[in-house]
């Protein structure tokens, strides 16, 4: 299992990370954020389902979830397992501060028509969305061809002791959500303030959904829903305490060259505690 | 590292400490006995609070000091607010500050260095109990401080505290 996480962008593009492609949702939920002692270990489910938080289609592949720890170094997984429908691991928090758990990878995806009219895409499933591939497959003067720059990342975090924010540094690499509001500090009550880049700028208009966990006991998703303003930033009011599942979208047309358009999404567990 | 773990002094001892140094602060903490199942005697956490409920002084936190490898700490959390306000930056356990569970009944508790630098204003004592397989309940009683003249203020908890009474005096 690839465990390195040295230069982060290098790992992104590689794309040795792939997320489902799935219009089920990617979640990974740890029992708790909020931690004491000093060596606390925290479990984590991860899944694809329907219902946030309720493991009932996928469990989810660890080989692209990594941990890293308030010294900004890589943590390892442990007790990895994997089920029918959910995943499970600890974390050893064996150092306070704050921990963060990911997926994430970022590449080029590409659709073009062949000259009789057939629809063309890149990377095809289960191909790896790498440069080479990508010079090999894409044919540069395709009919009506579309190279997108996209990203996915997915997240959650673990404090034990006080909140810390080494872990929570930007890669500056596709869409990505840096604290206002520490992400393990947050109460039903209080608003909280969460900034979305954008390779490493504000990510102005990004559309992002926040819904709370326990759908299945209730009748509507009960989503909020927000956009985030010309600082890239959006204002939370958790209505209650509890897990929550947040998702994020944006795109534009400035990308870097050959893509001519840019697509990242987002998504992270939070755990809003009474106060 | 190791660690040493002091029970809160024995109430003379503090009492006497508050009459050299001048005001203390007492606390007369009412621990319910309740009828169930299995019962554990409750985390506390006593603090002074100032009005932006930043910490002024912490007073006492009461949990298992005894079990091995610290697991008492474990639990320190669900003083959810304190260990917010508080708790999570610090290191316990701390001497004087670290101290046993207490049963049900009452339990009087003197502070005098812990309160010996606060300055005048507003505050609010601060308690909050948790409960292991049991649940959580958090008191407030304000106060100006130093006391001009003797006070009594209490506050009555409905499940995890009993009457919690705060005694200043000039």
Known sequence: ?275 | MLKRVTRLLPLSALALAGAVQGQTLEVDLGIPRLQVAEYHKPYVALWVAREDNSVAANLAVLYDVELKDEEGEKWLKDMRQWWRRSGRSLDMPIDGLSGATKGPGEHRLVFSDRVADLAPGEYRLMVEAAREVGGREMLEVPFQWPPQKTLEAAASGDEELATVKLILAP
Do not use: C
């Open chain 1, 1 to 275: 299992m690839k465990k390195t996480l040295a230069i982060v962008a290098a790992a992104l593009t590689a794309a040795s990370v792939t997320l489902p492609v799935s219009a089920h949702r990617a979640w990974i939920l740890p029992v708790a954020t909020v931690l004491s002692s000093d060596d606390p270990w925290v479990s984590f489910d991860a899944a694809i389902s329907n219902d946030i938080f309720h493991p009932d289609y996928h469990a989810m592949r660890l080989d692209g979830v990594q941990a890293i720890g308030p010294d900004g170094q890589p943590v390892e997984l442990q007790n990895s397992h994997s089920g029918k429908h959910r995943s499970n691991f600890d974390l050893n928090l064996a150092q306070p501060g704050t921990y963060k758990v990911y997926s994430a990878s970022a590449g080029l995806s590409a659709r073009w028509e062949t000259a009789d009219g057939e629809r063309k895409f890149w990377p095809g499933r289960g191909e790896r969305p790498d440069p080479e591939g990508f010079k090999k497959n894409v044919p540069m003067d395709g009919k009506n061809l579309q190279i997108t720059q996209g990203s996915r990342r997915l997240e959650t975090f673990v404090t034990a002791g006080a909140p810390s924010t080494t872990a929570l540094k930007a890669s500056n690499v596709g869409l990505e959500l840096v604290p206002v509001t520490h992400p393990n500090d947050l109460y039903a009550g209080e608003a909280a303030t969460f900034t979305f880049l954008i390779d490493g700028e504000p990510a102005v208009g990004a559309e992002v959904a926040v819904i709370p966990g326990g759908s299945r006991y209730r009748d509507a998703q009960a989503e909020i829903k927000l956009s985030s303003d010309d600082k890239g930033q959006v204002s939370i009011d958790w209505p209650q305490a509890g897990m929550y599942f947040l998702e994020a979208e944006y795109s534009d047309d400035r990308a870097e060259a050959p893509a001519t358009s840019r697509r990242g999404t987002y998504t992270a567990t939070f755990e809003v505690l009474p106060l």
